[in-house]
């Protein structure tokens, strides 16, 4: 029998790196001028097919190209004229790279090519991983000032100056056509699925804003034009990165397309002095040879599997007062809700803004982390003990990066914010923003943050962000700019530490809702708050796009209150429930306000979340409809054997039924038993034919179906 080929490889004497997944390869191959360039990446080859591979060459023929393949990262010299991945600048003014590799290293799931430029002490390393059962591949690059320290020839030493430097650049094989997806949005409007044809151009997704962005996630996937939910080759990627980035995606007139991206919007620059390195974050790419569905499924179990801390623990339900109270936050007001939060089957209530120093309002009292007097007389410990016996867990919510001027911390530092001294700084949501990037300012808010928890019992921290950088500055440092990466590797690493130091913890992303989501965030929170909108009707489009890539565990989605506060909507609580119910549920509405009778009915919609929370939040999901007429969502437990469709139909149409829902995960060949109604349905027909939906007449009709496979 032939060995099983490792999942990553390097073969010196040809060049050629091979990393293996379950269902894909990705090949490239070191060029005699030294460059790494792409050669494969798509279905399963043998070993055969891929030595047969012919060298990859560009699709462009004229004394006016190169006609080397896609540069694994384009360093900006030679016959290059896309957009380059790698930008420097040496002492003597030289642009760009021209890479010897002088090694390589497989360690495990691992390679690196190691490059050193020929002429100049700059050096790269290009890494590649691949994880047990994942066909995801992870890239990043490692970029290193090798000059000598206190080298006065500064032809080839002095400061390098790094214009650009990106994760990874990717290329997609020849296609008839392309077509891009991606998500766009903005504030009460994240996660929009936009899927269009690709120009032919460069089309630039970026966050400008020094957080991940509600504007654009950094996550794309191109296609041919003709993938579906179930079936067609998709390549997507992921950036894992939560502060600003680019990504340029580059047809060209010849039909090539290859797309680079990393953190760092343009214009930026970062200085590497001998002996400094600059690493980038992850890059991470997938194909997958069966649709959307199954690329955001790969992306969930990746997800699952190698992002998050502690993909293992049920996501609580949460009780969170923001809409009900707003700024209004007091001892006997909180506990009130607490109660009625408990009787509904909340596990977890967190305290929203308002809770602190003079913080009556957005305009004041941001950065001063102790208690309200007015509002808690005894500090938060008597409610959080409270909380705790009605059986819950005890949050709180916090905004560490940001400051209101009218503050006790701006007023003892004014220099700790991000500002440029000769410009008038902008405030948004009436805050400026805190230069996390200084080592002073780091150290208080973990020291803060870290009392915060140890004093008030706390065991989950929403993590919220309500502005992004403006007037960008670091008055006095050298290489000011470092901002960008180092006020967000500070965040990752308080976050860190936090969890590090209080076993148990949980941490919420949040940034004005969906503002700051992405896998490096989420490497260290447990789920984020998806958006500020919680109206269902909109909320269905929001969750669709969050689906492409994050996984429903880390979708946080509350049931508010009716009329919806953002727009206005009248919904039904069992519509706005079942929408809700596709995420990790959350209770969000003025529970004072609500009738006997919806407290009722709201209980029985937690306790039949609790049921099948194990396969939303563990299980893999199925789109069976996209958000317009009817959207269902199905999730099936990894085995098989428990199914959950969640069905909502926003508005009626006279004169159309509901169609029949098919389910394709279903297995043909089995039974599966309703366990509302009781009937048993063949697969077979549920897979092609399909279920009556069961929509009661009227807008904003919803249903739950609950399957289980009995043979
Ligand atoms: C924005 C968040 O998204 C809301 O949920 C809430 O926490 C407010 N900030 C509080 O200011």
Not at 42 to 67: I, T
Not at 281 to 306: E, K
Request: net charge negative.
């Amino acid at each position: 029998m032939p060995a099983t080929p490792p999942p990553v490889s390097f073969d010196p004497a040809r060049g050629l790196a091979v990393l293996r997944t379950p269902g894909s390869v990705y090949a490239l191959r070191v060029d005699a001028d030294g460059s790494p360039r792409h050669l494969y990446w798509g279905a399963v080859l043998d070993p055969d097919d891929l030595a047969a591979l012919p060298a990859a060459v560009s699709p462009a023929a004229s004394s006016f190209e190169s006609e080397a393949a896609a540069d694994e990262l384009a360093p900006q010299t030679g016959a290059r004229f896309g957009p380059a991945g790698l930008q420097v600048r040496f002492a003597d003014g030289t642009r760009g790279a021209q890479w010897t590799l002088t090694g390589h290293t497989v360690e495990g799931n691992e390679l690196r090519l190691h490059l050193a430029d020929r002429r100049y002490p700059l050096a790269a390393d290009l890494c590649y991983r691949v994880r047990p059962g994942s066909d995801v591949i992870e890239r990043w690059v490692e970029l290193s000032h090798t000059g000598p320290d206190g080298a006065n020839d500064s032809d080839v030493s002095g400061p390098i100056v790094v214009d650009r430097l990106d994760s990874a650049s990717w290329t997609a094989p020849a296609l008839p056509d392309y077509r891009l997806s991606h998500l766009v949005g903005g504030w009460n409007s994240e996660f929009r699925l936009h899927r269009d044809r690709l120009p032919v151009a460069e089309t630039v997704l970026t966050s400008r804003r020094g957080l991940t962005s509600h504007h654009a996630n950094p996550w794309l996937a191109l296609d041919d034009g003709t993938a579906t939910e179930e079936h067609g080759e998709v390549w997507s990627t992921a950036l894992a990165w939560s502060g600003s980035w680019r990504i340029t995606v580059h047809r060209d007139p010849t039909g090539r397309t290859t797309w680079t991206g990393g953190f760092g919007h343009e214009g930026l620059s970062w200085t590497l002095q001998p002996g400094e390195s600059l690493q980038t974050p992850a890059f991470a790419g997938l194909y997958t040879a069966h649709g959307f569905g199954a690329a955001s499924r790969a992306w969930h179990d990746h997800v699952r599997r190698h992002v998050l801390p502690e993909p293992e623990r049920d996501r609580p339900v949460v009780y969170n007062s923001w809409e009900a109270t707003g700024f209004a936050v007091d001892h006997d007001g909180q506990l009130g809700l607490a109660r009625l939060a408990a009787r509904l089957g909340a596990e977890l209530f967190v305290l929203d803004d308002g809770w602190f120093g003079a913080r009556t309002s957005d305009r004041a009292g941001l950065g001063d982390w102790t208690p309200r007097p007015a509002a808690f007389p005894d500090g938060l410990r008597p409610l959080a003990d409270e909380v705790h016996r009605l059986g819950m867990s005890f949050g709180l919510w916090v905004e560490p990066e940001m400051v209101n001027a009218d503050s006790d911390l701006h007023r003892a530092h004014p220099d700790w914010v991000v500002h440029t001294p000769t410009r008038d700084a902008t405030e948004l949501r009436n805050q400026l923003m805190l230069n996390f990037g200084r080592p002073e300012v780091e150290a208080w808010a973990h020291r803060t943050l870290d009392q915060v928890v140890r004093e008030h019992d706390v065991d989950w921290l929403k993590w919220d962000a309500n502005r992004v950088v403006t007037e960008a500055g670091w008055p006095g440092h050298p290489d000011p700019d470092r901002l960008w990466i180092d006020h967000v590797r500070a965040v990752h690493r308080i976050m860190d530490r936090l969890r590090a130091d209080h076993p148990g913890l949980r941490i919420e992303a949040c940034a004005g809702g969906g503002g700051r989501v992405d896998l490096a965030v989420l490497a260290r929170t447990d789920q984020a708050w998806t958006s500020d909108n919680t109206d269902p009707v909109d909320r269905l489009g929001i969750q669709h796009g969050f689906s492409q890539l994050y996984p429903a565990q880390t979708m946080a989605a509350w049931v508010t209150d009716s009329p919806n506060a953002a727009t206005g909507r009248s919904t039904p609580l069992r519509f706005r429930f079942h929408v809700a119910m596709a995420g990790a549920l959350g209770l969000g509405g003025d529970l004072t306000r609500w009738t006997a009778e919806e407290l009722d009915e709201a209980a029985a919609l937690v306790a039949r979340y609790k049921e099948i929370r194990p396969l939303v939040q563990r299980g893999r999901q199925h789109r069976l409809s996209a958000p317009g007429g009817v959207t269902a969502v199905h999730y099936a437990a990894e085995d098989g054997t428990e199914h959950a469709v969640l069905v909502c139909r926003p508005a009626t149409r006279f004169g159309h039924r509901a169609p029949a829902l098919p389910l394709p995960a279903l297995d043909p060949a089995a039974h599966y038993l309703d366990l509302d109604e009781g009937a048993t349905y063949s697969g077979a027909l549920l897979a092609r034919q399909g279920i009556d939906p069961r929509l009661p007449a009227g807008d904003y009709a919803s249903s739950l179906i609950r399957l289980r496979r009995v043979d």
